[in-house]
């Protein structure tokens, strides 16, 4: 069965680091410490896009975690409309490059489209350390 955990966040930039903090301590408590790097990169990466491109003002944005065996999965929605696309980054610029690190980071990654919204997601293999605690 497998572990979930799910937080809504604030259309405001501070959220980005609660929920890139939300995800470290729950994954650190079930044990699954391996990878936390890559998976901490990726959840700032799609939180500020949902920030900065899906989230309506007033409105909030949801980061679910689940995690099963050997492998993590982080999902983050929003109420926005569009779907993300990784973009041709300009090399005098500091933006556009997020969707790349997920992809380069993470072993998949992909959106699913909602009547209402989008939900961005990304897995990665990650072992859970032996002894650990639901």
């Not at 079930?30 to 700032?44: N, T």
Request: charged fraction near 25%; include cysteine.
């Amino acid at each position: 069965m497998p572990l979930t955990r799910q937080r809504f966040f604030t259309r405001r930039r501070p959220s980005i680091h609660a929920a890139r903090q939300f995800v470290t301590r729950t994954l650190s408590e079930w044990g699954y410490a391996d990878r936390l790097e890559d998976i901490q990169l990726c959840v700032s990466e799609i939180a500020t896009n949902a920030l900065v491109h899906g989230v309506p003002p007033g409105r909030l944005f949801q980061v679910r975690i689940e995690a099963a065996e050997e492998e993590v999965r982080i999902e983050v929605r929003d109420s926005g409309s569009g779907r993300p696309a990784p973009q041709s980054p300009h090399a005098d610029r500091e933006n556009g490059r997020g969707l790349l690190l997920v992809g380069e980071l993470a072993d998949a990654w992909g959106d699913i489209e909602h009547a209402v919204g989008k939900t961005v997601w990304f897995t990665v293999k990650a072992t859970q350390a032996r002894g650990c605690a639901e």
